[in-house]
């Protein structure tokens, strides 16, 4: 594939991406809008039970109610609704007012001043505020905004407008200890047309997408295929010819080689993905691999292996790996044969539940750090005190370059586990990327290349 096919793919990925962060985000909004308003068309907070020794409770500047700043359009409107209720149904006083003369109104006022929000909804931080007794109560205050008082639950609703903005909620006569429970309440009816933006914007990158990734992997040369020499060899073949000598000590920085490659693998994962999606729908509705996305995938696989490889894989050649999906000469190949025919049912069940089994298997082999953990906690608050975790191809790679960073050698049973344990892994990956439907063997073919198999264009062995 040319280096501009690839840039067409690699960009028609990157826009698919956009595109389905687009119409998850319009989708999403749309479906909150559609059906987690009330009948009065606000979105509202879980029931909010605040109680405080001092005179009042305020809000933070930057709270819910605060408006977002100069940047706010005039023109959109929202509305905010309090719905506070004392404890007792004694008369409670609400007010939302400027943020400057509601501090000046507090100072010296002991008072609660909520300063976070948590995860939780109902959780809610406060600081207290020493000080004494207000003047006045509140409702001789000429600065509010918005404000009611009375008896029972009060609901104060309130247009928002540009500016810095907090709530108090008093006793009405401006006594001590204030117990309330509030429900706050926002409706903002711009959301539905910013819903509908994000959907329209999502469809037109996918349209985008899809023209860039068909024009990629239109006319996509036939990559070479593997030819089975014994009945029962698995499609998908792995080679990885270790190279002697090899160097003791360059392994320690090939993590740092290996950057440039990472991140335009990255990339090709990203349209990798995609492109196996819509091998999937086209395998659906015709039983048939798209040719040129076919051999799109495979080229991504071809060089993730050079890249593993090179790097902590197998740490089996110092050769820098190529730049390209088609296949050259270097020690690491992989080659698959282009399936006439795929079962339409097979590709509804065989990358999740009939491969689960592998995926077991297999994550024991390639997991990182993060991932197929055990988690040990202290029981107070989940803080995990130890972590463990890693695959086991990483663990022998690690032993197999510490015994040739101390004996210049590579122990070559350590390397013929190893390719047994990648082989078996990217039998897998080819299985559930749609690419062969022959389901992976358990077992593990070791060595540099399976026995029953031969690279293109090499004789057959008499054997």
Excluded: C
Aim: charged share 15%; glycine share 10%.
């Amino acid at each position: 594939m040319s280096a501009g096919k690839v840039f067409m793919a690699v960009t028609g990925a990157i826009l698919a991406l956009v595109a389905i962060a687009l119409l998850f985000g319009g989708g999403t909004l749309m479906w909150a809008y559609h059906t987690q308003r009330d009948a009065d068309g606000y979105f509202n907070s879980p029931a909010y039970q605040i109680a405080a020794d001092g005179y009042a409770i305020s809000t933070s500047s930057v709270d819910l109610t605060s408006h977002p700043g100069g940047w706010w359009p005039s023109r959109v409107r929202g509305t905010v609704r309090l719905r506070v209720r004392a404890a007792g149904g004694a008369p409670v006083f609400v007010g939302i007012g400027p943020r400057n003369q509601i501090e000046a109104f507090l100072s010296g006022v002991a008072h609660s001043e909520i300063t976070d929000i948590h995860s939780r909804l109902r959780d809610l931080t406060i600081d207290q505020k020493p000080g004494d007794a207000p003047q006045a109560p509140p409702d001789q205050q000429k600065f509010w905004t918005a404000a009611i008082e009375g008896e029972g639950e009060q609901t104060l609703t309130w247009n928002v407008m540009r500016g810095e903005w907090m709530v108090v909620i008093m006793n009405a006569d401006a006594s001590p200890v204030v117990s309330v429970s509030v429900v706050a309440g926002a409706s903002l009816p711009i959301l539905e047309p910013i819903g509908i933006g994000l959907l329209a914007g999502g469809f037109l990158f996918a349209i985008l997408a899809s023209l860039l990734i068909a024009g990629a992997t239109r006319g996509a040369a036939v990559l070479p295929q593997v030819k089975p020499v014994t009945l029962g060899s698995y499609p998908a073949s792995l080679i990885g010819s270790l190279d002697v000598p090899l160097s003791p000590a360059l392994w320690l920085v090939k993590w740092f080689l290996a950057i440039p490659h990472y991140v335009v693998l990255a990339f090709l994962w990203a349209a990798f993905a995609i492109l196996t999606f819509f091998a999937w729908i086209a395998i659906l509705f015709t039983g048939r691999y798209p040719r040129g996305m076919f051999n799109f995938n495979v080229g991504v696989i071809r060089w993730t292996w050079r890249v593993l490889f090179y790097s902590y894989a197998a740490l089996g050649t110092d050769r820098y790996p190529p730049f390209t999906l088609e296949e050259v000469e270097y020690p690491a190949r992989f080659s698959i044969p282009y399936p006439e025919r795929l079962s339409r049912g097979l590709a509804l069940v065989k990358w999740w539940l009939l491969a689960i089994p592998h995926y077991l298997i297999v994550g024991v082999f390639t997991s990182g750090f993060f991932f197929w953990t055990t988690r040990i906690s202290d029981r107070v608050g989940d803080n995990p005190m130890l972590q463990i975790g890693g695959g086991l191809i990483g663990l022998l790679v690690i032993l197999s370059g510490l015994a040739l960073l101390f004996t210049g050698r590579y122990p070559r049973g350590l390397f013929n586990l190893v390719m047994g344990l990648n082989r078996w892994s990217f039998r897998v990956l080819a299985y559930t990327a749609l690419l062969t439907d022959a389901y992976p063997p358990f077992r593990l073919d070791m060595g540099e290349r399976e026995s029953e198999r031969l690279l293109p264009d090499e004789p057959e062995s008499p054997h």
